[in-house]
């Protein structure tokens, strides 16, 4: 079998696009629920996708995510760690898939069945930062984390970029919203039967990875790692730094749930896109914070010139402070300057973009070996924000077409995010904490602080 010696950016590729399906999957409810139920178009009476349910229905189907992600997660994190991750990995395609294919079937048996189809969305969507987290590890060499990351992370973006202007285009159409569940359900079929036949565990399992590319990518990886040290729980969640990267966290994905949830309520209701336009318009913010997710990462590595803790300084500020100021001018933008209203939300969903090299980075290179439980309570975050971003909004957007009501909700947000970004400014430090030194190298400190001072 003919070896390649870049093999892993197609492994890095294939799961890029496995993380980013189940995003979509469990987003797709976000659109189609401004979209016309079909039976109503055919009757010249037209109503929502969401009408059915009432406000609080709406808002725990909203919601209903990230109670499956939270439920799963350790169970999972026990499944990954005792079996196959590929295995694994693809268990949850295969719930999201038949999940996400049954949906609107569930969704004709009322609330509560389609409640249960959401749930099932959520628990696909808890293996990804597991799988995140094991790919880099196995499949990077040690300078390509950054990109990996970068990439990986930026399924979140990329999901949104496919799933809006694909649900735009099938919502005008005359198949109406269960064929966006249907189609999602197809595609993602198809990219986990691929990473089936293509993905493998480890590089040195793999026949298409050759001997130069292995080297590649084991170089400088020390087998120790795999034997981390125990977890300083106590002195982990008492550390002020890590819980001010946890504080900057919460804000931003707050901002972010604000965007994947309410975007195209915003474009079709605020501003009378249509439908069509709705879903290619939700897409462009979010397109350009891929870019910037990646231009920041990259870049945040090239500039050396600088420390550590001012580098995660001036990039989370960009990603929470800058982004806050754009999101409270764009309260003031009226609904009569719609296109003015797009480039607004398009800069700030792109600052938001520079994440990477702010509290994500920061909180890596405090936590050191303990980076993989610190990230997974920014996937606990994450959850917790898709949870509680709509018992947020809907008390104070009860009328999605006024502007007093938009303007109480960006500016509630914009305020928020920018005075974790300035905590953060304040208190922030990317230096590895004690807590990440090993007892013989704080033994070996303590006894060359000994001999100075004896010679002293």
């Not at 178009?41 to 609080?56: K, L, Q, V, Y």
């Not at 293996?127 to 987290?133: H, L, P, V």
């Not at 896109?273 to 090239?302: C, E, H, M, R, W």
């Not at 898709?386 to 999605?400: A, K, N, Y």
Request: glycine share 4%.
């Amino acid at each position: 079998i003919m070896a390649f010696t870049s093999f892993r950016f197609i492994i890095l590729a294939i799961a890029t696009l496995c993380c980013t399906i189940i995003l979509s999957n469990m987003n797709v409810y976000n659109f189609t629920r401004i979209c016309a139920n079909p039976v109503d178009i055919s009757t010249g009476n037209a109503t929502r996708m969401e009408a059915p349910f009432s406000r609080t229905e709406k808002s725990i189907l909203q919601s209903a995510t990230a109670m499956g992600a939270l439920l799963s997660s350790l169970p999972y994190l026990f499944a990954f760690h005792h079996f196959s991750p590929r295995l694994v990995f693809l268990s949850a395609g295969v719930i999201s898939i038949v999940s996400t294919a049954l949906a609107p079937l569930a969704y004709s048996f009322g609330f509560w069945m389609f409640l249960l189809a959401r749930i099932f969305q959520g628990i696909a969507f808890s293996t990804t930062f597991q799988m995140i987290g094991l790919l880099t590890h196995d499949w990077a060499t040690i300078h390509e984390h950054g990109i990996f990351l970068a990439f990986l992370t930026g399924s979140t973006q990329l999901s949104s970029v496919f799933t809006m202007p694909i649900s735009g285009i099938i919502c005008s159409s005359s198949l109406g919203w269960p064929y966006v569940f249907y189609v999602h359900a197809i595609v993602c079929a198809l990219i986990f039967l691929f990473f089936f036949i293509i993905y493998r565990d480890h590089p040195e399992e793999h026949p298409l990875v050759g001997e130069i590319e292995l080297e590649k990518i084991m170089h400088d990886k020390d087998e120790k790692l795999d034997k981390r040290d125990p977890v300083p729980y106590k002195k982990l969640f008492t550390d002020i730094p890590i819980l001010v990267s946890w504080l900057s966290a919460f804000a931003d994905l707050l901002c972010i749930q604000l965007i994947n949830q309410y975007e195209p309520v915003y474009f079709n209701d605020y501003l009378h896109y249509n439908i069509f336009k709705s879903g290619f318009l939700s897409a462009v913010p979010i397109l350009a914070q891929f870019s910037a997710k990646l231009f920041s990462g990259i870049s945040s590595d090239a500039l050396k010139c600088i420390s550590p803790t001012t580098n995660v300084k001036i990039y989370n500020s960009l990603a929470l402070v800058v982004s806050g100021c754009f999101m409270i001018g764009l309260a003031f933008i009226p609904p009569s300057q719609p296109l003015l209203c797009v480039a607004a939300i398009t800069v700030t969903v792109c600052f938001i973009g520079f994440n990477t090299a702010g509290f994500n980075k920061s909180t890596t290179l405090r936590s050191r070996q303990h980076a993989h439980f610190a990230m997974t309570q920014i996937m606990n975050i994450w959850a917790i924000t898709i949870l509680i971003e709509p018992f947020i909004v809907e008390p104070i957007l009860t009328d999605h077409t006024s502007q007093s009501q938009w303007m109480g909700v960006f500016i509630l947000h914009g305020l928020f995010v920018i005075t974790a970004g300035l905590i953060f400014v304040f208190t922030a430090d990317a230096t590895p904490a004690e807590w990440t030194k090993r007892k013989s190298e704080m033994n070996l400190n303590r006894i060359s602080s000994r001999a100075i001072s004896n010679v002293n």
